[in-house]
């Protein structure tokens, strides 16, 4: 069985997303990290693993992100 975590965040502190990330990836295939339009996009990027990342052009709130 293939399993993915999404974690959608808007303005994320990094220090605080990584931890997040790193605590999830052990029992999932793919991290999906879902961004709604944060100003910090490129720090974003950077900071996280060799994931799939998303970034949303417009905050589209955190129902429709998880679809």
């Given at each position: ?10 303005h994320p502190d990094i220090a605080l997303l990584l931890t997040n990330v790193e ?45």
């Amino acid at each position: 069985m293939k399993i993915a975590a999404v974690i959608v965040t808007y303005h994320p502190d990094i220090a605080l997303l990584l931890t997040n990330v790193e605590a999830v990836m052990p029992p999932v295939k793919a991290v999906l990290v879902v961004d709604n339009h944060s100003e910090n996009i490129d720090a974003i990027q950077a900071a996280l693993p060799v994931n799939t990342k998303i970034h949303v052009e417009k905050n589209v709130g955190y129902s429709q992100s998880n679809q």
